[in-house]
């Protein structure tokens, strides 16, 4: 079967013949995010990124969510050396051996997140007052890579034991879970999550 495009306007970072990168642009970025569960995939799969095309991270999606047992915090917290050694031999996904430590080390504090809020969810959107931030960027030049909001978050994920969360790292999480709508205004998506 071949893919073909439809012609509606998108953010100029989604290379319009790849229908992975146009499902997550078209679907996920920038909605509203109120999982918990997605809120640790996106906080994996980000930290993972740095340094990296996000696009690479997006075609390895779904080997990494096998190799990280469904993106289930519980069961990562729990990761010891031996299986930080079988992640290490797993081609499908970014062989990185701080990256994957971190993983683990990320998931034991997003366990203490949620046991001290209730929720990551509930903690992760105080950082934008609990609504998404609406910009009107024309270009992709014009948005930010950080912001006041992404470096408070990126302090404060930090202070409470977590990795790969600098604040460029942080603004990046926040597009993706829709803390702030970044989609250009030229883009069908930005008028339908405004």
Known sequence: ???????????????????????????????????????????????????????????????FRAAFDGFDPQVVAGYDEAKH??????????????KIAAATLNAQAFLKVQETFGSFDRYIWQFVDGEPVQNAWPTLADAPTRTAASDAMSKDLKQRGFK??????CYAYMQAAGMVNDHTTDCFRHRELA
């Open 85 to 98: 050694q079988e992640l290490l031999g797993n081609a499908g996904i970014v062989r990185n051996r701080l």
């Open 1 to 63: 079967m071949t893919f073909t495009p439809d012609a509606r306007p998108r953010c100029s970072w989604v290379h319009h013949n790849d229908p992975i990168e146009i499902a997550y642009h078209d679907t996920e970025w920038g909605v509203p995010l109120h999982c918990d569960r997605k809120h640790f995939e996106f906080i994996i799969l980000d930290g993972f990124q740095a340094g990296l095309s996000w696009i690479t991270i997006l075609r390895k999606r779904e080997n």
């Open 164 to 169: 790969f969360v600098g604040t460029t790292i």
